[in-house]
Each structure stands twice: as C-alpha cells, then as structure tokens.
C-alpha cells in the first residue's frame, strides 16, 4: 500500500496514494486470499491483554461520549433558562 516513512508516518497519506486506491479495488473485487489476515485477527482475540487494551480503549470512548453529551444538554437547559 505504501510506506508510512515515506510519508512522514502521515496514514492519510498513504491512504490516498493511487497505489492505495488500486489495492482497495483489488480486495473490493475479492482478488485477495489472504489467510494471514483472519489469523492475525484470531490471535489477537485470543490475546487476553490485547482484549483488555481494547476494551478499555472502548469503555473509555464510550465515557467521554456520555460525558460530552450530557455538557451538551445542560449547555441547552442553560440556554433555555
């Protein structure tokens, strides 16, 4: 796809490259048989610490997304007051 060096580790850059494009068509069009992929996949499911690091990350988003909605809405009782 390309190299995040080249790219002063800038990922939307490499995602953007015409390369980039070609290769997202190629998978689009099932051209791709990647095994490695889906075991990849499998041994980080099966990877107690990265499950723990990734349900924190999303207990964490969660948190700030209740947190951020609820100074939204008493931003809003302010107003209407």
Not at 23 to 30: F, G, M, N, T
Request: proline residues 2%.
């Amino acid at each position: 796809m390309g190299n995040l060096r080249e790219h002063n580790y800038d990922f939307s850059e490499v995602w953007r490259t015409k390369k980039a494009h070609q290769l997202r068509q190629s998978i689009k069009a099932r051209e791709c048989y990647c095994p490695l992929a889906n075991a990849a996949y499998t041994n980080m499911l099966t990877h107690v610490p990265t499950m723990m690091k990734v349900a924190a990350e999303v207990g964490v988003g969660q948190v700030v997304d209740l947190v951020q909605k609820a100074r939204r809405q008493e931003q809003q009782l302010q107003l209407t007051s």
